[in-house]
């Protein structure tokens, strides 16, 4: 056994520290090189995933059914050998340094899978001896209210509702204090009211240093919570950027100008702008590279009074994070 | 040493043992009254004492090491079968537990279940002969590591197992013939020529003839050939295990 086979004893975020491992500390929270999996079945579910999570950030990870998304987590976590490639885990090799590297993470995954005939209490008592540390009441006590899960918390869990069982299993995950958090669509299954304090507490854990890695088929969440997001398609990394600027990046705006007197056809002086006719000739609509410059906005609009239409109103309209998605998913098939 | 961990495995696998305490001892120990009253009481009256020995007092050291036996493989290959089932295991792999810890929790809580049992079948067994223990603290070794090494085999079955009917195969098939043809009910120079040998090639002859000999100081192999045996097939487990936990065998895809 090594050094490093001994599982920090004063908490994940000073395990590092604690070695005086300066290297270990400066590391990003999570780096992926030439990460790939191929199932035994010989399907091939990644593909070359090089990835870099800097610490404290919110990262989303994107990709339909069947991406991909969790197959990382799972490597990362060390429930699914890779094939191939490396990955630390704030400078730890996820392998050879196995215990330092795990213990600095808290998994949420995607089953809902509990032991049913245990209390809430005992099954996140667990966790926190499971990697490693001795028993804290006032931490676990925090956790749980932190979930709303206190009052519950001799309650066996097969009497808990579906909503409830994932937050019982986030607070097993954050039951030892994780420096990194994976949840793997945290809020499948959860209802409005709790999806909302679901980001809040998640906001309140980037607050306290942590960094989250979280899957969603909720395009809105990733654009609600992250600050970048990852698209992944059939096992590749198609982009990842900070949410804002793959939006302004990638993102299209659609400028709409309602007219005052309807038409039937797009007049010609207009035929080089690409317009479309809307709401039975009321309004035309005008889509655009959000990175562009205005000049065309500006031809457009002189334009239109050449024309000798005149504007009632004039809206833009930023594409959502979701189009942006939905067309670099289909630009992959 | 990961001991916060062997020790939350440990206690969560006891806690769902006494849970359903009553029920795990209901069987063993009405079987064990039922083998007394078959074979102790009914055909032992017309059984001739065996070595030395009353034929009733002869089955107790195998009755108890046939159901230490099967109780260690069930109880060793159900503690970690269950949570793969359900799902549960992501935890443990997921955690910084490295797979020494993972056993010694989880063969530890089985073996520590069988060893309960033992003793009460023992206390059973003295309400229908009269026991004597000649060697008490090999009695206990033996006890123990019989315990052991069938729940570390039971543990191995629990990560091969891939449905429930896997999961009670090879008790029924391989450890119960194992157990039955072990001894218990007989010693070993009263079977026929050939399979004087054949037998010799059953583990299980080595535990319960060191276990009976803790009793009454007969043995029907020598004590050295005993404890060889079990600590080889203690080794090759234990190589097995090792080996389990390092390809990720039937836990990691
Ligand atoms: N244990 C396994 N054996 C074989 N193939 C698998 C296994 N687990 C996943 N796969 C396959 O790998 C691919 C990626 O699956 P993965 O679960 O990582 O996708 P995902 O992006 O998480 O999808 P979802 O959004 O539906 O959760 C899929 O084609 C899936 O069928
Ligand atoms: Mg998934």
Redesign the pocket.
Known sequence: MTATDHPPKLGPQRGAARRGDAAADKAPALSARGVSKT???G?V?LEGIDLDIQRGEIFALL??????????I?IVCGL?NKSSGTVRAAGHDIVAEYRAARSLIGLVP?ELTTDAFETVLATVNYSRGLFGLPKNRAHIEKVLRDLALWDRRGSRLRSLSGGMKRRVMIAKALSHEPSILFL??PTAGVDVELRRDMWQLVRRLRESGVTIIL?T?YIEEAEEMADRVGV?SK?RLVVVDEKTELMRKLGRKQLSVQLETPITAIPRVLEGHGLELGEGGRSVHYVYEAAQDSHSIDSLLRDLGAAGLRVRDIETRQSTLEEIFVSLVKEET | MNVYAIRAIYAFEMARAFRSFGQSLISPVLSTSLYFVVFGAAIGGRIDEVEGVSYGAFIVPGLIMMMVLTQSVSNGSFGIYFPRFMGTIYELLSAPVSYVEAVIGYVGAAATKSIIIGVIILATAGLFVPLEIAHPLWMVAFLVLASVTFSLLGFIVGIWAESFEQLGFIPTLVVMPLAFLGGTFYSVDMLPGAWQTVVLFNPVVYLVSGFRWSFYGVADVSLGASLGVIGLFLAVALALVWWIFRTGYRLK?
């Open positions: 199932y035994a079945s399907l579910a990709g339909p059914n069947g991406a991909g998304k969790t197959t990382l799972n699914v995607q793997d669509e899957t088929h992944i096992g | 895809a």
